[in-house]
């Protein structure tokens, strides 16, 4: 069995309910920060990581992603006529080696462990990452690559984890922890979505994975949990006496884009990162925090 992660695993089957009506003909994962769709942000965060083949779990009406990810002659044509260099150089990150990209069809919506246990055949006999591109990570250092880089020192499953605060804990599958060392953390439970008062801590599951191929055998089983949905959390927790779980504190800020204020804030933090909108958008917050003030 290889170590070397080359392989990602994209859940992108949702429905994205929470932005209807936005999402009744836009995939969530095409809705954009600034002018990059989510999706982009989890690509760029695989590339960065050395993820070579990219698998999408999709479902019904998610034929914008596909476009997305292709080449789109008459628009490439048109701005090459024009002379738009700098046009057709944003969209090179949209372009993919042939075969590189594939789309499984999840056909029932199971939960997130089936989700990815649709992807096993792709996936084979090696360690995977999963990214879920509702949680957007701005970091230095891409975490994906951070992880990456700690499951090298380390080959095992690995989780991202961030702390939350107590009463959010059920939006969230929750560490048990053991041995700390710094970054890395050792698993010794995990729990889908418990109630503040049920969860073993704060530290929260982020959508980001290194994953060993045991996990995929233990999503074989499709034993349901949290909601009636075979669990992605429970799988993972099989290997706790297996081939060990770490959790992992990445360095970045992680946005929620799940939810509609993660979104806005998303926008903004990345809106303000961009020089040529900085200037503009920051006099304009300032403005409306001033007037709201001055409203009070
Ligand atoms: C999923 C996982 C959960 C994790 C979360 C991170 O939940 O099941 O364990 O903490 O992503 O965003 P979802 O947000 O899909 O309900």
Same mark, same amino acid.
């Given at each position: &069995?290889?170590? *070397?992660?080359?392989?990602?695993?994209?859940?992108?089957?949702?429905?994205?309910?929470?932005?209807?009506?936005?999402?009744?003909?836009?995939?969530?994962? +095409?809705?954009?920060?600034?002018?990059?769709?989510?999706?982009?942000?989890?690509?760029?965060?695989?590339?960065?990581?050395?993820?070579?083949?990219?698998?999408?779990?999709?479902?019904?009406?998610?034929?914008?992603?596909?476009?997305?990810?292709?080449?789109?002659?008459?628009?490439?044509?048109?701005?090459?006529?024009?002379?738009?260099?700098?046009?057709?150089?944003?969209?090179?990150?949209?372009?993919?080696?042939?075969?590189?990209?594939?789309?499984?069809?999840?056909?029932?919506?199971?939960?997130?462990?089936?989700?990815?246990?649709?992807?096993?055949?792709?996936?084979?006999?090696?360690?995977?990452?999963?990214?879920?591109?509702?949680?957007?990570?701005?970091?230095?250092?891409?975490?994906?690559?951070?992880?990456?880089?700690?499951?090298?020192?380390?080959?095992?499953?690995?989780?991202?984890?961030?702390?939350?605060?107590?009463?959010?804990?059920?939006?969230?599958?929750?560490?048990? =922890?053991?041995?700390?060392?710094?970054?890395?953390?050792?698993? =010794?439970?995990?729990?889908?979505?418990?109630?503040?008062?049920?969860?073993?801590?704060?530290?929260?599951? +982020?959508?980001?994975? +290194?994953?060993?191929?045991?996990?995929?055998?233990?999503?074989?089983?499709?034993?349901?949990?949290?909601?009636?949905?075979?669990?992605?959390?429970?799988?993972?927790?099989?290997?706790?006496?297996?081939?060990?779980?770490?959790?992992?504190?990445?360095?970045?800020?992680?946005?929620?884009?799940?939810?509609?204020?993660?979104?806005?804030?998303?926008?903004?933090?990345?809106?303000?990162?961009?020089?040529?909108?900085?200037?503009?958008? &920051?006099?304009?917050?300032?403005? +409306?925090?001033?007037?709201? *003030?001055?409203?009070?």
């Amino acid at each position: &069995m290889t170590n *070397k992660v080359t392989k990602a695993v994209f859940p992108v089957a949702g429905l994205g309910t929470r932005f209807l009506p936005a999402t009744k003909s836009v995939p969530k994962e +095409i809705m954009t920060l600034v002018d990059r769709p989510l999706i982009q942000y989890a690509i760029d965060e695989a590339r960065a990581a050395g993820i070579k083949e990219f698998i999408f779990v999709t479902s019904r009406g998610k034929s914008a992603l596909e476009d997305y990810f292709d080449h789109s002659p008459s628009l490439e044509a048109e701005l090459e006529r024009k002379g738009k260099t700098d046009l057709l150089k944003t969209l090179e990150d949209t372009n993919m080696d042939s075969g590189a990209i594939a789309y499984i069809r999840q056909h029932k919506p199971l939960g997130l462990g089936h989700a990815v246990w649709c992807a096993r055949r792709m996936i084979g006999n090696e360690p995977f990452a999963v990214i879920l591109p509702d949680d957007v990570i701005a970091a230095e250092k891409p975490c994906l690559q951070q992880m990456v880089e700690a499951y090298e020192e380390k080959p095992s499953n690995i989780v991202a984890a961030m702390e939350v605060p107590r009463e959010k804990t059920s939006s969230y599958g929750i560490l048990a =922890t053991g041995a700390d060392h710094g970054n890395m953390v050792e698993v =010794t439970g995990m729990v889908e979505k418990p109630k503040a008062e049920e969860a073993p801590s704060n530290l929260a599951v +982020i959508g980001r994975y +290194i994953l060993t191929p045991k996990v995929l055998e233990n999503l074989e089983q499709k034993q349901t949990g949290a909601g009636g949905e075979i669990q992605l959390t429970d799988a993972i927790a099989k290997e706790i006496d297996g081939e060990g779980v770490h959790g992992f504190r990445f360095q970045g800020q992680r946005f929620d884009c799940g939810s509609k204020a993660g979104f806005l804030q998303a926008t903004v933090s990345f809106g303000l990162s961009r020089p040529e909108l900085r200037d503009d958008l &920051m006099g304009f917050i300032q403005d +409306i925090v001033h007037m709201d *003030k001055a409203a009070q």
